[in-house]
């Protein structure tokens, strides 16, 4: 059984720096991409940034690309997400994702996110 568990939210003021991680357990991460999403209030889902499997690849949503930082440690099987000069729009649930395959077959899982409010 995959299981992922997401850490680090908390309140934070205007331009201040959260990082959020995400433990896995079940299964190596060292072959898949990991993502983290977000979901505000009342609003869709979104992804906010990817990282490849051996970590080389990163790639962000345009409202936080140059100002988070996604990385990973496979051996420590955990992702990370560096989230700087937080803004009124950054508030939101955020989750952790992989597509993993175990016996059963490949399937998403998803953690059970970590709140993020960013507030003076």
């Known amino acids: 059984q995959v299981q992922l568990e997401e850490s680090g939210g908390g309140l934070v003021k205007p331009a201040g720096t959260l990082t959020l991680t995400c433990e896995i357990s079940?299964?190596?991460?060292?072959?898949?991409?990991m993502y983290w999403y977000r979901q505000p209030p009342k609003k869709a889902r979104e992804m906010v940034a990817s990282i490849s499997s051996d970590g080389g690849r990163p790639d962000y949503a345009d409202p936080v690309r140059g100002r988070f930082l996604i990385s990973r440690d496979n051996a420590k099987s955990t992702v990370f997400l560096e989230m700087n000069n937080l803004n009124e729009d950054d508030p939101a649930r955020y989750l952790c994702?992989?597509?993993?395959?175990?016996?059963?077959?490949?399937?998403?899982?998803w953690g059970q996110g970590t709140q993020v409010t960013v507030s003076s």
């Open positions: 079940g299964s190596s991460i060292g072959s898949y991409a």
């Open positions: 994702n992989v597509f993993a395959f175990t016996s059963s077959g490949g399937q998403d899982y």
